[in-house]
């Protein structure tokens, strides 16, 4: 038997959930699981890491770019929130390998996908279902599971939100990873921007940041850092007469610095 049956408001529930969420985020240092409000999250919804897209009949078909990249080994892990004590457990765990009830990740040359028994799991309808899936220990995307007692209450869930689920029905997971899925770009150093993976090669770009903009490349002969510019051979900028310490001090420093660099083999 069930242990709730009062139905929160969509309203209350959404608020309670980003009060939960907004505490609960800050014992996990993940980045897709510090999302505070129930949320659909991949390349497609709400601005979520590349190279991750759900697919039908979890959202609308996406119609994702690359090809599904089938030598990853995904894990979906799938959480309640209980609304009322704010507390968070882990119900399911799925990998390619291993899964609660049985059930594993099965691939094909378009998605990955395992099926969510619902009926094997003592749901509750006041509280919130997170599906999460992670590589090598990193979220990549979400998507929040709203169940509800009967097919009738589908049509109040709100799809831009939630994921709709009758409570005693199998869910279907699909998913679909390409070359960027496990790429997380990051700037080369303060004179770059953070790249955009490319779905084709799996690679980051790296952006130099606008002509002039002031940043450190890290060596300390360079008097003046500025990003390389843009369509010509990049020139470093002759060194000037700094008025922060004495031009001595500063000369000793650069050559102690340019011995300790030719001694490690370096070439400045």
């Known amino acids: 038997m069930r242990r709730f049956r009062v139905r929160v408001p969509a309203s209350t529930r959404a608020l309670i959930c980003a009060l939960i969420l907004a505490c609960s985020a800050k014992d996990r240092e993940q980045p897709v699981s510090k999302v505070t409000k129930p949320l659909i999250l991949d390349q497609a919804h709400n601005n979520g890491p590349r190279g991750f897209f759900w697919l039908p009949p979890m959202v609308s078909n996406p119609n994702p770019e690359g090809s599904n990249d089938r030598t990853l080994f995904p894990t979906v892990r799938i959480d309640e929130i209980n609304l009322s004590s704010g507390a ?9 390998s291993s899964g609660t009830g049985g059930e594993t990740i099965t691939d094909s040359a378009s998605h990955f996908h395992v099926n969510w028994h619902s009926r094997d799991f003592d749901l509750s309808l006041n509280a919130i279902y997170r599906i999460v899936v992670s590589l090598g220990g990193r979220d990549i995307g979400l998507a929040d599971v709203d169940v509800v007692d009967n097919g009738s209450q589908l049509r109040n869930v709100k799809t831009n939100e939630y994921i709709g689920l009758v409570d005693g029905r199998t869910l279907p997971i699909k998913f679909f990873l390409n070359l960027c899925a496990p790429i997380e770009c990051t700037a080369l150093d303060s004179c770059h921007e953070v790249g955009v993976c490319s779905t084709t090669t799996g690679q980051c770009s790296n952006p130099t940041k606008a002509d002039g903009a002031s940043c450190s ?6 008097q003046v850092d500025v990003p390389p510019p843009r369509h010509r051979t990049p020139v470093r900028p002759r060194p000037r007469r700094s008025t922060s310490r004495p031009r001595g001090l500063r000369l000793r420093a650069c050559r102690r610095h340019r011995s300790r660099s030719l001694a490690r083999g370096v070439r400045l």
């Open 88 to 96: 968070v457990t882990t119900i399911a765990t799925y990998t390619r």
């Open 217 to 222: 490349d890290g060596d300390l002969c360079t």
